[in-house]
């Protein structure tokens, strides 16, 4: 099976930064595109920023200017530096991962870690 596991969260205050991490694990052939999700209360999940396997990015109006995805590929993570922060970005941030199992089946799925909860607050 797969695991993303995800670390990096917490309390903020406004304009401050954070890292967010996560690693992928287990079962994994190809890993195709990652990324990274928020949901605030109340409000559906939503994308923050999406990078491909050859490092192609793709932000979020919100995010952008602010927030930089990138990844290892070696190491199977990927990182969401997090700048300027604002109370509206206050969410749990999700880990998203599309992934290849199977050498033999071209199929691949989604995959989502478990969440870390962002605050940001004075």
């Known amino acids: 099976q797969v695991q993303l596991v995800e670390s990096g969260g917490g309390l903020v205050q406004p304009g401050g930064s954070l890292r967010l991490s996560c690693a992928a694990s287990g079962r994994i052939f190809r890993l195709n595109d990652m990324g990274w999700y928020r949901q605030a209360p109340g409000n559906q999940r939503e994308l923050v920023a999406r990078?491909?396997?050859?490092?192609?990015?793709n932000y979020a109006d919100f995010v952008k200017g602010r927030f930089t995805i990138s990844r290892d590929n070696t190491k199977n993570t990927v990182d969401l530096q997090m700048n300027s922060l604002k109370p509206e970005d206050t969410a749990v941030y999700y880990c998203y991962a599309d992934i290849r199992a199977s050498s033999v089946y071209r199929a691949s799925r989604g995959y989502w870690g478990q969440g870390t909860q962002v605050t940001v607050s004075s």
């Open positions: 990078i491909t396997s050859g490092g192609s990015t």
